[in-house]
């Protein structure tokens, strides 16, 4: 998973922890799970998230997780 995380880094604008973030995202998890996931707090997932939607003009959760899986998607076909 984590040399699709570097690859993905390339196509999206995000850290490394919002990059773990979103591909939990992609998998279906909620905010609850991805901060028992990650050991961090509900308020820091959704942070990480603003953040990301905010950096990459994404409207919402679904058009983050697409994006992340297309990302991943042209890292593993490169």
Same mark, same amino acid.
């Given at each position: 998973?984590?040399?699709?995380?570097?690859?993905?880094? /390339?196509?999206?604008?995000?850290?490394? /922890?919002?990059?773990? @973030?979103?591909?939990? @995202?992609?998998?279906?998890?909620? !905010?609850?799970?991805?901060?028992?996931?990650?050991?961090?707090? @509900?308020?820091?997932?959704?942070?990480?998230?603003? /953040?990301?939607? /905010? !950096?990459?003009?994404?409207?919402?959760?679904?058009?983050?997780?697409?994006?992340?899986?297309?990302?991943?998607?042209?890292?593993?076909?490169?």
């Amino acid at each position: 998973m984590e040399g699709m995380l570097v690859a993905a880094k /390339r196509s999206l604008r995000a850290g490394p /922890r919002q990059r773990e @973030v979103l591909s939990l @995202v992609a998998r279906g998890c909620t !905010d609850s799970q991805i901060a028992v996931e990650l050991r961090i707090s @509900v308020a820091t997932v959704r942070t990480y998230l603003a /953040r990301v939607y /905010r !950096d990459n003009r994404f409207a919402n959760r679904t058009e983050a997780a697409i994006a992340w899986l297309e990302a991943v998607k042209g890292a593993e076909g490169s």
